[in-house]
């Protein structure tokens, strides 16, 4: 197979946390602006797998291999692989005062870019990306993710997804905790995400309201830190109907 | 300094610097201009009856000066050292030099002022702030001020802003004579008794009533001579219904033997005026900051305190307001910073004595690299202050396991018919936040830099704009410097 093609390769990748293995070898290829959903029972290793892929230091890689874009990046600093393109969004964003949204957002972008970031143009974006996901313009002079409620924490993760436009994206399960209207309005904006970039999406899940309005390219199921079963999208509908039982939880 | 007042943005993530400052160390404060012995007068070290004697004469004082010097120093002589603080032994008043001065006089125009000690002043960015920002400038060097100007427009509206020598000898002198050391008495400690003896420079304000001055005036403290204290006594009246901001910068280059810093600063509110009193302490790290300030509010009065303190090697920092008046109000909003070798005691007091007065305090300290910092307060309400309502918050952060940060706040309350509430946090950065941030694209010492300026920046966003710029530098160098 052509790895240059390939996105992000995962190869045999083994992870522990506290000395207490979680991922057996995960094997997973994604391509650019491949959409991939990730559903797996409570502590099948779903978050591990996100985690250790952008390298939080609390989560140990002990095997395997990551090449993104071609390159080894198994063992490199999460800034970095941040700046290769990679994004996560996270399950229970972290509150920080005296930081606000939107200077967080351009510090970040310029950070990764490498250039200024361009005052006028940015806060246009910054306010049309608010918008389509019904978030408050007050957001975004509000210190980051400080007061907060659920949803609109994970709306502040899609806009910071949408603002960075990454090549490759984990989003960890953005849908937990929200009400109907919240998915939907979170839904929307991935939707677009997939629309205005070529970048691939890793979606880990274990609802698959989220999913409704989203194309998907590929399905797997992660089972006891095991890719148990992959396929396209009408493998959720069979998890929707049977559970997980049917891949031997 | 001038790299970094490019771009003053308030926030750390506007600003496009940081590869530079990657590069940048406290050089940018430690630099030392060797003083040529041929143009500086030192007086010799230690501290006799003699030798203030010395000063007084150096200094044209008035006769009143003198005794009050003598007097002075005779209750340091029979006042102990603090006991109940950072420990200070090793400060020896026999190895410290209470006066040394340039041999130029001050001057009103910058081209005048000797090239050596201009540069010194070019490279901390006083007259390019001046020219921006400020309605009037001093700059003390050691122990006498060198240069200090004020906008004619101020000037007119009747503002007086003048070096503390020339309202002595002048025709403040008897504004001067009431109200020196009457708010910070000598018996009040040792180390306001020393300053009673050798004071030298600082700032006189006055500012007429009703007049407001709409930009800050600024005095620059810059202490450069090795082994050296600095005395600089800043006294501001502000008539009813006046309202001025006033801002003082500190600096010195960094020696391996201890100098002192003991100034005092008094501060007259009076009837519905307001006051804002700004700092930036950037002392290097073998000083002792033995610093008292003090405000009074009369009926109405607003004192406001923005503090930030970095440098030192150890700092007794408490700004009290009295809250005489009826109705006056005081608020304290300060930031700490204790790097490696630092014990920096810092804190506000608050004295309720008019009915319904109100106090707010809301500090932040950092510890880092083995820095000790500790909060220290004092709300004191007394039984006439009827309504009263004060306020505490304090903010701590220890950014590794080896710093320490510990809270002492007193509260003592003599009637039940007043409010008093109290917060105190205690925490450290969490890993999980800066993975976070770093999940973005910003390298750890980045991430960690934008988490520490965001706790300090219910601070800094206090302060305008370039000296909330130079503040986040300051934390940008503490954090990189370990």
């Known amino acids: ?249 | 300094m001038s790299e970094m007042r490019k771009d003053p943005a308030i926030d750390i993530a506007e600003r496009e610097d940081k590869i530079i400052l990657n590069d940048v160390n406290r050089e940018l404060y430690d630099f030392i201009d060797e003083e040529r012995e041929e143009d500086f007068y030192r007086m010799e070290e230690g501290l006799t009856e003699e030798i203030v004697r010395q000063i007084s004469e150096e200094k044209h004082d008035p006769e009143w000066m003198l005794d009050f010097r003598l007097k002075s120093l005779e209750i340091y002589n029979q006042t102990p050292v603090p006991d109940w603080g950072p420990p200070i032994d090793g400060l020896d008043m026999d190895r410290i030099s209470t006066y040394v001065r340039s041999k130029s006089d001050m001057v009103g125009s910058w081209d005048e002022v000797p090239e050596d000690i201009k540069n010194a002043f070019d490279k901390l960015g006083i007259p390019e702030a001046e020219r921006e920002s400020l309605a009037g400038v001093g700059a003390q060097y050691d122990s006498e001020l060198v240069y200090h100007n004020v906008r004619e427009d101020v000037a007119a509206s009747g503002v007086i802003y003048t070096d503390m020598e020339s309202a002595l000898t002048g025709e403040y002198e008897e504004m001067v004579k009431e109200h020196f050391m009457k708010l910070v008495p000598p018996t009040d400690h040792k180390f306001a008794a020393l300053h009673g003896a050798v004071w030298s420079g600082g700032s006189f304000v006055y500012v007429p009533k009703g007049v407001k001055v709409e930009i800050p005036l600024q005095s620059y403290f810059r202490l450069n001579a090795k082994g050296a204290g600095q005395f600089e006594h800043t006294l501001i009246i502000v008539d009813e219904g006046a309202d001025l901001h006033f801002i003082e910068g500190c600096s010195a280059p960094k020696y391996n033997i201890a100098n002192l810093h003991a100034g005092c600063v008094e501060l007259y509110v009076r009837k519905n005026a307001k006051l804002r009193y700004s700092t930036i302490e950037n002392w290097s790290k073998n000083m002792y900051n033995l610093n008292t300030k003090r405000a009074i509010c009369e009926e109405g009065g607003i004192i406001e305190w923005v503090s930030g303190s970095f440098g030192s090697h150890e700092s007794y920092l408490y700004p009290s307001s009295v809250l005489k008046g009826d109705g006056s109000h005081a608020e304290f909003t300060g930031v700490t910073f204790a790097g490696r070798g630092q014990n920096l005691d810092t804190g506000a007091k608050m004295i309720h004595i008019g009915k319904n007065t109100t106090s707010f305090i809301d500090t932040k300290s950092i510890c880092k690299d083995g820095g000790i910092s500790t909060y220290r307060s004092s709300v004191v309400v007394a039984k006439s202050a009827e309504g009263a309502k004060a306020s505490v918050n304090c903010g701590s952060l220890m950014l590794d396991s080896i710093s320490r940060s510990d809270t002492v706040p007193a509260i003592e309350m003599r009637t039940d018919k007043a409010d008093v509430g109290h917060e105190a946090k205690i925490g450290r950065i969490s890993d999980e936040a800066v993975f976070y941030l770093m999940s973005r694209g910003l390298p750890e010492a980045e991430a960690r830099a934008m988490i520490v300026s965001g706790f300090a920046n219910p601070v800094s966003k206090e302060l305008p704009l370039e000296y909330a710029a130079e503040m986040n530098n300051l934390i940008k160098l503490e954090m990189e410097g370990g």
């Open chain 1, 1 to 249: 197979m052509d790895t240059k093609e390939i996105l992000l390769s995962i190869r045999d990748l083994t992870a522990s946390v506290e000395e207490e293995e979680i991922l057996h070898g995960i094997n997973l290829d994604i391509r650019p602006g491949e959409t991939h959903v990730l559903m797996g029972p409570n502590g099948a290793g779903k978050s591990t797998l996100g985690n250790v892929l952008m390298g939080n230091p609390v989560y140990k890689q002990t095997g395997g291999s990551i090449l993104f874009e071609g390159e080894e990046i198994s063992g490199e600093s999460t800034d970095k692989r941040a700046k290769r393109g990679m994004f996560l969004s996270f399950q229970n964003p972290l509150e920080v005062p005296g930081l606000s949204l939107d200077a967080f957002i351009r510090s970040a972008l310029r950070e990764r870019t490498g250039k200024p970031v361009k005052f006028m143009q940015f806060n246009r974006e910054l306010m049309d990306k608010m918008k389509l996901l019904s978030m408050d313009p007050s957001y975004a002079e509000r210190d980051l993710n400080v007061g907060f409620s659920g949803g609109e924490k994970k709306k502040s993760e899609i806009l910071q997804l949408l603002m960075m436009k990454p090549k490759f994206a984990i989003l960890d399960e953005t849908d937990s905790g929200l009400d109907v209207d919240a998915v939907k309005t979170v839904s929307e904006g991935i939707r677009a995400f997939q629309q205005e970039s070529d970048g691939a999406l890793l979606i880990i899940t274990h609802n698959a309201n989220i999913l409704k309005s989203l194309s998907v390219d590929k399905t797997h199921v992660i089972v006891k830190g095991k890719l148990v079963a992959s396929g396209d999208a009408t493998l959720i509908d069979e998890i929707g109907k049977n559970g997980f039982e049917a891949f031997g939880e």
